[in-house]
């Protein structure tokens, strides 16, 4: 279940980042998540397992009717088990009338997932 970011979850969110190469410097982070914290069209969510525990996060950029996916990362125990595709549907039901477009690092997920779902 998608959860949208709020300041409690800062550190998790963080960590979740970290999973993302050009994000391992904590400033670097920061900076990120302050990116997203400034703008109301921007926004992190996270992924709750059924487990309870956040094994995920996603961060977009609505512009006029598209969804732009920045950011996607996974725990390295949850990769390879449709945690990312689950968050694009989650973010499809929130946002119906978006086209959703990935960003250059995203793109290849968002074309997989479009291929899975006949989109």
């Known amino acids: 279940m998608l959860?949208?970011?709020k300041n409690d979850y800062e550190k998790?969110?963080?960590?979740?980042?970290?999973?993302?190469p050009d994000l391992k410097e904590i400033s670097h982070l920061q900076a990120e998540v302050k990116w997203y914290c400034?703008?109301?069209?921007r926004c992190l969510f996270l992924w709750k397992n059924d487990a309870g525990d956040f094994v995920g996060v996603i961060g977009v950029e609505v512009i006029n009717d598209?969804?732009?996916?920045?950011?996607?990362?996974?725990?390295?125990?949850?990769?390879?088990?449709?945690?990312?595709?689950e968050m694009l549907n989650a973010l499809t039901a929130l946002y119906p009338e978006a086209k959703m477009m990935g960003s250059i690092e995203t793109t290849a997920l968002i074309t997989k997932w479009e291929q899975?779902?006949?989109?």
Request: glycine share 8%; net charge negative; charged share 30%.
């Open 3 to 5: 959860y949208k970011y």
């Open 12 to 20: 998790i969110t963080m960590g979740l980042l970290s999973f993302i």
């Open 38 to 41: 400034d703008d109301d069209e």
């Open 66 to 85: 598209v969804l732009m996916i920045r950011h996607v990362a996974v725990t390295p125990a949850e990769r390879n088990e449709g945690v990312s595709f």
């Open 116 to 119: 899975r779902n006949g989109k």
